[in-house]
């Protein structure tokens, strides 16, 4: 693992083909530079893995842009939000991602990074707690099975309007809660803790000890274009505008 682009809380709806498109672009022109891909989540307003479902009609552009950046050596590793989980075969068998519904850890340059997408920090002391259990158990995903993807998707779009109403406004955001989480990991040994959910991207440096720790946070990829790099040697910077890293962003073919 060496260069890493993290993105993530695009919250990308069907019908916004725009900035699906201009998501594409710049997600074909990674390959050569970055090599992982760290969705952080809800990339996508709604998305549960229907067996057999293609997502073809709702993403097609992404999932298009994505095929092609994993055929050109990229590695995607894929946090679950709150609006995108049980991402299913198509990311873990037909894009080979690796997909994380909770949180895991990666050692990179003898570096140990604490990655999540971040609701449930957000979430300490609020009775959402109880709704994610509820979304992410197999009852509901059985439930969800059983009304398809029609009737799923149909409700989704009703459902995520009212999460974002509740969820993505600026007042609902305690910022308090993640500088405690952080410390928290910094405490248990990591060096880097990375998360979305917020919509602020940022890296903030705490000195713990001798050594430099860093808070990351993707922030929003749609409204605000922003994202976070990290390279060997320069570590984690934010990034603003979804401009093609090349001049030559059309796929080839073969
Ligand atoms: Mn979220």
């Known amino acids: 693992m060496r260069h890493c682009l993290f993105i993530g809380d695009a919250h990308i709806v069907p019908e916004d083909k725009a900035f699906q498109e201009r998501l594409s672009k710049f997600l074909v022109s990674l390959p050569g530079v970055y090599d992982h891909l760290f969705v952080m ?23 298009e842009a994505f095929r092609y950046i994993v055929s050109k050596g990229v590695q995607i ?63 509901t995903y059985g439930l969800i099975r059983l009304l398809g993807p029609r009737w799923t998707l149909k409700m989704a779009w009703k459902f995520g309007a009212m999460s974002h109403k509740v969820y993505h406004t600026p007042e609902s955001y305690d910022a ?23 919509h602020r991207a940022g890296v903030i440096t705490y000195h713990v000890g001798d050594k430099e720790r860093f808070y990351v946070n993707c922030g929003d990829a749609r409204n605000a274009e922003t994202y976070v790099t990290y390279h060997p040697g320069q570590g984690f910077e934010v990034q ?6 090349t001049g030559d962003t059309t796929p080839q073919s073969g």
């Not at 989540?41 to 552009?61: A, H, K, T, V």
């Open 240 to 245: 603003k505008g979804l401009e093609p890293l």
């Open 41 to 63: 989540g809800d990339l996508f307003e709604f998305w549960f893995g229907f067996e057999g479902y293609s997502y073809e009609n709702e993403y097609g552009p992404v999932l």
């Open 77 to 139: 590793i894929y946090f679950e939000g709150n609006h995108d989980f049980f991402m299913g075969s198509i990311f873990t068998r037909e894009l080979g991602a690796q997909v994380y519904p909770d949180a895991h850890s990666f050692e990179v340059e003898g570096e140990r990074w604490f990655m999540t997408h971040g609701d449930l920090v957000a979430a300490e002391g609020l009775r959402y707690g109880t709704y994610r259990k509820l979304i992410r158990n197999p009852l």
């Open 176 to 198: 308090t809660k993640y500088t405690t989480f952080v410390k928290k990991k910094f405490a248990a040994g990591y060096d880097a803790v990375i998360m979305g959910h917020t």
